[in-house]
């Protein structure tokens, strides 16, 4: 927060470098998908650490990338609000924008043509977003603004794939805030449009490494897949599926931005359909190339975990995960080395192939995977949960009847061997 004589005023927390707290002057993203004032971050790196301080992950690379559409959207609101962010020698100066000010801006927008095309419309959505970035009920004024959502769905459905990408990104952050935070519900109708803009914006890349909007429209289809009257909406458009599969394919994503679109899949693979979807545009295999390449210690890894486990399902799903020459192993490499929560994922993939369908392929990639069943006994040896104890039980009875392992004659219920 800043400080006006007696007033506290509220800088939007995406504006401010994890490490300095202060407001960003050069943003820059780390390979983890963190960004940070370039000058903090290179103070910490050139200290000799080699982690992101906000994760503590170890970094594959300490190059950084400029994030300009950020700095634009900081540089604009200080402008707009009178802050002197870029002379250290000044104190902010801060004028608080009113809801008043806000009607302003949106009757700017749904009752005036802006002939100079969208440069004034960029700058308008910037005060609106930081407007609703600063209080839920910042957020939920904007909801209850039929017209201004009218606005925005229409504007979306006619313009939204073919604005600047940083122009985009802002619309569909306040859209995505009006309607988690702002507890906005559409009517079906307006879903159904905004569902086949956003699967047309998923098509759409984003310049150099960024994939905001692609980001941004995921977090809206997740927040649709959630609600049980708007789902059905969702589910209807056949590409979305492989939409979010080829961002996740791009080399240049981030982490952040993987977890953003993982989190979709997973909520739109409660649906059958979706789940062989997935499996027909090679979701197994890209789910496990990225296993193959994430820091083992990574949220990311959670969801991946997550996402295989929403394929055990169904036939196709174990099959893909059986074919693949490197889905079993990758699964058990991951045991005891992520979380506590990668570790249920893991195992109720292994216990769903191998004891609830009795998989004869699945068993015997077990046993052949490096450390499989060594993994399976330390972990119910381990602070698991009952649930995981019990699943980790099933598999050590099945692999002692069905094999001449040295686990066949070991007792497990010993409690001398400690986990990793």
Known sequence: MGKIDDLYITVPSFFKCPISLDIMKSPVSLCTGVTYDRASIQQWLESGNNTCPATMQVLDSKEFVPNHTLQRLIQIWCNNNHL???????NPKFQSISCAVVKDLIIQ???KEHADGFGIMFEIFVKILCFATESDDNTKFLANDEKFIDYLVKFLCSKGPDLKPDLLEAVLKIFHLIITKGKKILNPSSCNSISTT?????RTRGSGSEFGSQVAAAGIIETFAQNPELKKHVFEHHELVFELVQVLKHREIK???IQAILSCLISLSSARTNKRKLIRVGGVKIIVDLMSNINSK???????VTQLE???????????IIDDPNCLQ????KVMKVSKSTNEHCIAILWSLCYLFRDQRA????????????????????????AVKKMCCDLLRIFRVNSKSCLSSYDTKTTHIMPF
Not at 84 to 90: A, D, E, M, T
Not at 198 to 202: G, K, T
Not at 330 to 333: K, L
Request: net charge negative.
């Open 363 to 386: 068993k015997e990639g077990v046993m052949r995977s490096n450390g499989g069943l060594t993994k399976i006994l330390l972990l119910m040896q381990s602070d698991c949960s009952p």
């Open 310 to 320: 929403t394929l055990v399902g169904c036939t196709e799903g174990r099959a893909a």
């Open 255 to 257: 982490q952040d931005e």
């Open 109 to 111: 927008l749904v009752e």
């Open 84 to 90: 002197s962010h870029f002379r250290s020698n000044l």
């Open 330 to 333: 990758m699964i058990i490499s």
């Open 298 to 304: 990574n949220l990311t890894i959670e969801l991946l």
């Open 198 to 202: 956003l699967v047309r914006i998923l």
